[in-house]
């Protein structure tokens, strides 16, 4: 992880050797980094073990920029793991490691998780939003958090169809190797055809069709 982000910030391969630890010693989202003759050491607290390499990534940008600005060799340019880490840190007071799990969609996400990712995703977040037929699902990165209207509660297929395109965001996250940012990508949306009922995103359709015209009598 070191090699890839020395390289993307400097554009050229990592001449050093490396070391990444996950240490005990650090409290919170605390990190450092040294160097002793070619070797680069990083160390990170435990809770960076479970956040999204591509902000890890970030973070060791930051920490090699440090560390080569000091010895005034490099002069780097912003990454957008750099960035990527900058919004995480902007959120970590709401950040908690996993603790939120409704049981209806730890229910949802333990079956997709089994059929379409063999079971080895991490269980994310998983909380209801709000009432909403706009937003169904989302998935916040920084906070690892799968966040779904309260109007999927009623259709269990449906709402696996969404945490499947959700948790295709955890899996895939939302940038290419060019850096540039991509949400759903030509492999994303192959991928969501994949999902076991082919006629999911017409049932979805027909499903908010009935529920806001339901939501018109029951509100007017
Ligand atoms: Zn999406």
Request: aromatic share 16%.
């Amino acid at each position: 992880m070191i090699s890839r982000a020395y390289f993307e910030l400097f554009n050229e391969p990592c001449e050093y050797t490396t070391s990444l630890k996950y240490s005990h010693a650090f409290k919170g989202f605390n990190a450092n980094i040294k160097m002793r003759t070619n070797h680069i050491e990083v160390r990170m607290s435990r809770e960076w073990k479970g956040v999204s390499e591509d902000i890890q990534v970030g973070l060791i940008q930051l920490l090699l920029t440090k560390l080569f600005n000091k010895k005034e060799k490099r002069s780097a340019q912003e990454t957008i793991n750099m960035d990527l880490y900058k919004r995480f840190i902007k959120t970590l007071p709401k950040y908690t490691t996993v603790t939120k799990s409704d049981p209806t969609l730890l229910e949802s996400f333990n079956r997709v998780n089994n059929d379409y990712f063999n079971g080895f995703l991490e269980t994310p977040n998983l909380t209801w939003g709000e009432e909403s037929f706009s937003k169904l699902g989302t998935y916040e990165y920084a906070t690892d958090t799968v966040r779904m209207s309260t109007i999927l509660a009623k259709d269990a297929n449906l709402l696996d169809y969404v945490m499947y395109h959700e948790l295709l965001h955890k899996k895939l996250q939302f940038y290419d190797k060019n850096g540039r940012s991509f949400h759903h990508t030509h492999a994303f949306k192959e991928l969501e055809k994949k999902y076991k009922d082919p006629d999911a995103e017409a049932k979805l359709h027909e499903f908010l069709r009935r529920y806001k015209r339901k939501s018109f009598f029951k509100f007017w």
